[in-house]
């Protein structure tokens, strides 16, 4: 066996949704495959699916479906008209930077009087401040614009009204019970707005107030609209889909000075961009001057024309973001260390390990501790808060991000009174608190994890998409999955899921061996697969293994001739594996190294509670098993290898993950009996020699009755039993066969024997082969000896026939 690293979550397609997915194919000509992913995804007929894949500025929504969106317009058409200053209040993520430079160019466009603004993240912290507010007012701004922000800012709103200043919000995040007395608050998310689609993201929403402005989509920012909605991680579904197609045809053409020069930096070409390539290519750049600076860097060059301009603050960004992740591995590792010592102190105390992951330390950078809290989750997939304490101060203000199952913004809800301020939503958020607050929050999170989280939440999990074999991962079927595109959140590539295929070849490639490329096949199908980091399991997987194969799908080009190709995210092998040793040259070492790995899987379980031994070694000969003690890894520790003979297996049984056959097992029923008592039998290896070319066959009905004439015509009283035995060689038969041949007639009463001659019984009467012992006893060490010389794949197969229960 070979165990994924995570969960799957597979569930099988209706009836109902494969008679559409039937129909979708039908209709628009698609390969079978692509149209069961179109089902997957909630699209259930033709037209639908038409839509999808061809749609494009038709399929936005009405702008004023979004509830103020229509006093939002009024009141900056009367600043328009008054002439009035307008200050747009911006965010220093990439969304909010997105959102600041698109309102920039809109307003710009229309001719407004107006600048932007974007708080200092260390400085200012989330979101509209008074000290920003009462610098407004000294400029003499009469109107606020928030984009990305504002939907918790109540109190700051009111300021702003008391020093004479409007505001109109344009947010995406979870409104509070308490909405700001704005003159406008925009935002999908509040409980009485008709919108139908709530995932916009922050630069979604003002692509909405541009759209209702100008009576149009405004199609020629569609780059920034993507660029926001892929950074922030928003469902590419609905118009986030739509907006993020356009706007990503649109960077591929782009003569955009500060998209060229996002490009340059990043090393990648602008011409094959996609959603991959903005959210780990672009994405950290723009974020890069919020995190470690001042944002506005990524807001000049998202609207500046000039070419120089654009080059420049480019490369201030990329230095920035070699700088940011310098500064991020510095603090994971600071992070880990405080973890690792919360984990100790809860083993000494006998407690539990904490639910939720909660570390602190003094002068973290707030910009990076988002990033770090990623980093932890992707170690131990537990909900991550990461606080950097201002000494000074004495306040914690950090960044959460979570798994599925754990709402962050509702945690911090139930933390509300512990909590200066805080945002955000299910999956990502940020807070702030008095540093002396931090072991309460940390236990009412824990105590939240432990009600809400069951145990399939604490398991990493993969969604498959489909289940498919190799002939319907054909190169057409695979060329249609592009159409799917843009992939990111809520959106994912397809997961493909493909069962028990052979292996026509594998290998461990790249530097040091790190990565696996394998030939799957089925029949007459062949499939390539690559699997980045995983080359440490090729070692693991058995030349005769069925795999199941969990990867995605795409074209893989090379020399002018295109094929598909599965990139593995994840594998297992679901029998016991065996593998083939037979023809190493040195036992001795080949029993080492089994038994080194053996002893390294015995110490990865030890922790875990298993009585199951990592490696049971098991001979006939008594030297052998001495050799094998005196090379055992591991100790005699529970966990370690242990050395037992094939007639001296316990009756109760020796549950083990490994298997090691140093000679062949006596007889096929016994092994069996030892197979089937090893519950967590993982592998078998296979070590003991075997006579090469030499297959013995065993005698059928017809060999003994043509045998037994034979001697009935040479009638010649008694004779030695050599002689019968040279006489009954003309039929084929080796000697030792014809001898336990002759053994069987005797055991049957079709002749005696004595001193060395045998003679046939007149009329002996009629009896069954299968009736004599001996016959029996020669059938079963015929058919174990025909199996321990069979091919692996066979010896697999009967293993796996006899763990089946029932079988």
Known sequence: ???????????????????????????????????????RRGILDAETARRYLNGGPELMHDPFLLRDMDAAVGRIRQAAERGEYIRIYGDYDADGVSSTAFVARLFASLGYRFDYYVPHRTLEGYGLNEKAIEAAAEAGVKLLVTVDNGIGAVDQIAYARSLGIDTVVTDHHEPPERLPDAVAVVNPKRPDCPYPFKGLAGVGVAFKLGHALLGRPPLEWAELAALGTIADLMPLQDEN???????LDMMRRSDNPGFQALARVGGMELAAASAEAVAFGMAPRVNAGGRLSRADIAVKLLTTDDPAEARQQAETLDALNRERQKLVEATVREAEGVWAAKRASAA?????????????????????????????????????????????????KGSARSIDGFDLHAALTACEELLDHYGGHQAAAGMTLDRDRLPAFEERLDRLAREWLSDDDRLRKTTVDLVCSLEEASLEATSQIALLEPFGAGNPQPRMLIEGVRLKE?????????????????????????????????????????????????????????????????????????????????????????????????????????????????????????????????????????????????????????????????????????????????????????AAGREVRFPDRSDFGAAYRLLRRMNRGTLP???????????????????????????????????????????????????????????????????????????????????????
């Open 1 to 39: 066996m070979l165990k994924p690293k995570t969960r799957w979550d597979i569930a099988p397609l209706s009836e109902a949704a494969e008679l559409a997915a039937a129909s979708i194919a039908r209709e628009l000509g698609l390969a079978p495959l692509t149209a069961r992913l179109m089902v």
């Open 348 to 396: 000494e105390s006998g407690m539990r390990e904490p639910e939720v992951i909660v570390v602190a330390g003094e002068d973290w950078n707030v910009g990076v501790v988002g990033i770090v809290a990623s980093k932890l989750i992707e170690r131990y997939y537990k909900p991550a808060f990461v606080l950097g304490i201002d000494a000074a101060k004495g306040t914690a």
């Open 241 to 247: 889909r739509v907006l993020a197609r356009i706007g």
């Open 506 to 690: 594998k290998r461990a490639i790249g530097k040091e061996g790190k990565h696996l490329r394998l030939a799957a096949k089925r029949g007459g199908d062949v499939l390539e697969a690559v699997g980045f980091g995983f080359g440490g399991l090729a070692a693991h997987i058995a030349d005769s293994a069925r795999i199941d194969l969990l990867g995605e799908l795409s074209v893989n080009e090379w020399n002018g001739a295109r094929k598909p190709q599965l990139q593995i995210r994840d594998l297992r092998v679901d029998h016991v594996q065996v593998f083939d040793r037979r023809g190493a040259r040195d036992k001795r070492r080949a029993l080492e190294q089994l038994l080194e790995t053996a002893a390294s899987i015995g110490g990865a379980v030890a922790g875990s509670g298993s009585a199951a031994h990592a490696a049971v070694v098991l001979a006939s000969d008594p030297g052998w098993l001495e050799a094998a003690a005196a090379s055992e890894t591991g100790g005699a520790s529970a966990n370690g290898p242990i050395m037992i003979r094939y007639d001296e297996w316990p009756a109760e049984g020796a549950d083990c993950f490994t298997l090691v056959l140093l000679d062949k097992p006596p007889c096929r029923d016994s092994f069996a009996a030892i197979v089937r008592t090893c519950a967590s039998l993982e592998r078998v290896h296979v070590l003991y020699e075997t």
């Open 721 to 807: 039993r050599a002689d019968a035995i040279a006489a009954l060689s003309r039929t084929g038969l080796p000697a030792e066969t014809l001898g336990m041949m002759l053994d069987v007639f005797a055991d049957l009463g079709f002749l005696e024997t004595a001193d060395g001659r045998i003679r046939l019984v007149p009329n002996p009467g009629h009896r069954e082969l299968a009736s004599s012992p001996v016959y029996q006893r020669a059938k079963r060490g015929s058919d174990a000896e025909r199996l321990w010389s069979a091919p692996c794949a066979e010896l697999t197969e009967w293993i796996i026939g006899i763990r089946t229960p029932g079988a």
